[in-house]
């Protein structure tokens, strides 16, 4: 049996880091937010090459204060993807806007700068790219964009902790950039978590001020805020887990280059493009095929687990049916929707599993098995 994610594992390697981290939170009673959470948010600020970083409680809520700090509200348009999950379009509503959708490329599944411009009206008031799978969009032209129109970009970062296009890290470029550390995301909190950079000073104390009630000194409530602050446990432990964050994403990409590897012998299946002025973290690791349940099925049977980021677009969801669209207005992101397959892929899984896999893959498709590939090469 081949678990989608094996959070045990994790826990096992750092169980001791982890164990002190949270004891020493229970132990001097900040619970909500203190100075774990101040030295965290420090430190990741620094990770992404960001002058700010204001820890929340979920990725959607950073998302939700990223926009707000722009100032977006009822009225207003925010271009971003269908192919997503359903959150980074969630949190564009909670504002009162409308969600507007650009396709994606149907190489690194992110957003298409070249139908960027078509979808930009005098309402728009904001552009939102998603690093998919952990991959960066391609920020140079579509910051280039909205340059010209006066637009801000916030970046939903939430998949890609510490990616790079153009050796800038994830977070960095657009004003703001949001990330999530829901447990299965590449850092993972022992429950919800979330965070915005910026290198503005405005948007960071906009930010800072809207995640605890609206407050710029406690009782002067200045904006209409949220309850949206960081737990001090997850703070602590999402420090021990920043530290061995490199170390676990090279672990990943040499994972997803030893699959990309193998899978060059199955015919069937397409492995992920990495482009190359990016450096992609494979939060996902995701194969196209053109029978996708088949060879879900089959892998299933084999007993690998296997995930769908996301087989239904979220035009398409029966949440957005207000947005008015239908089958076929964003053609790449359906036709890739229905490819997507989710194989097994984090830091601590070995070579031989992932052979295993490929074989049962190239089983699945009939064509030749990888484990001979692997130990030749
Ligand atoms: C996980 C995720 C979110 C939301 O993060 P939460 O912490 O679960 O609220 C938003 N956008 C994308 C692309 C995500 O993968």
């Known amino acids: 049996m081949i678990p989608f994610l094996d959070l ?16 020493r939170v229970l132990a001097s009673t900040q619970y909500v937010l203190g100075e774990e959470v101040a030295a965290f948010e420090k430190e990741f600020a620094t990770y992404c090459q960001a ?14 204060l990223a926009l707000l700090a722009a100032d977006i509200g009822p009225g207003d348009e925010v271009i971003t993807v269908p192919f997503t999950f359903v959150a980074s379009v969630s949190a564009i509503c909670y504002t009162g806007a409308r969600p507007v959708f650009v396709d994606i490329e149907p190489t690194t599944f ?8 078509a979808a930009i009206t005098s309402r728009t008031k904001a552009i939102m790219p998603v690093h998919l799978y952990g991959q960066m969009a391609d920020m140079t032209p579509i910051m280039e964009i909205a340059a010209r129109h006066g637009i801000p970009v916030i970046e939903d970062a939430c998949q890609a902790h ?12 657009g004003v703001s950039g949001c990330f999530s550390f829901y447990p299965g995301k590449n850092l ?33 409530h200045t904006l209409k ?29 040499t994972n997803a280059r030893l699959y990309t590897t193998l899978l060059k012998n199955v015919e069937a299946v397409a492995a992920p493009t990495e482009a190359a002025d990016r450096r992609h973290v494979y939060h996902i690791y995701a194969v196209r095929s053109d029978d996708r349940e088949a060879l879900r099925q089959s892998l299933d049977a084999a007993g690998i ?3 769908l980021h996301y087989p239904i677009p979220v035009h398409l969801q029966k949440a957005h049916a207000d947005l ?16 997507v397959l989710s194989v097994p892929l984090y830091p601590e899984l070995t070579s031989e599993q992932i052979a295993t896999v490929v074989d049962a893959i190239a089983e699945a498709t009939t064509a030749k098995p990888a484990r001979a590939a692997l130990r030749v090469g």
Request: proline share 2%; aromatic share 6%; hydrophobic share 35%.
């Open 8 to 23: 045990k594992a994790q826990y096992a390697s750092i169980k001791e880091e982890v164990d002190a981290a949270a004891l």
């Open 51 to 64: 002058r700010h970083a204001i820890a929340v409680n979920t990725g959607t809520s950073a998302l939700h």
């Open 110 to 117: 992110t957003m298409d700068p070249a139908k960027l411009e």
């Open 162 to 173: 510490g990616a790079e296009y153009h050796g800038k890290r994830a977070g960095s470029i």
């Open 188 to 220: 993972g909190a022992c429950g919800e978590g979330g965070l915005a950079v910026t290198n503005d000073d405005a948007t960071a104390a906009k930010i800072r001020m809207l995640r605890d009630w609206g407050q710029e000194q406690r009782y002067h």
């Open 225 to 253: 805020g949220f309850n949206y602050r960081m737990d001090g446990i997850q703070g602590a432990i999402l420090r021990v887990k920043l530290r061995h964050l490199e170390k676990w994403t090279e672990a990943r990409r």
């Open 305 to 307: 687990a296997t995930g």
């Open 324 to 339: 008015g669209h239908r089958k076929g207005d964003f053609p790449v992101s359906e036709q890739v929707a229905s490819e």
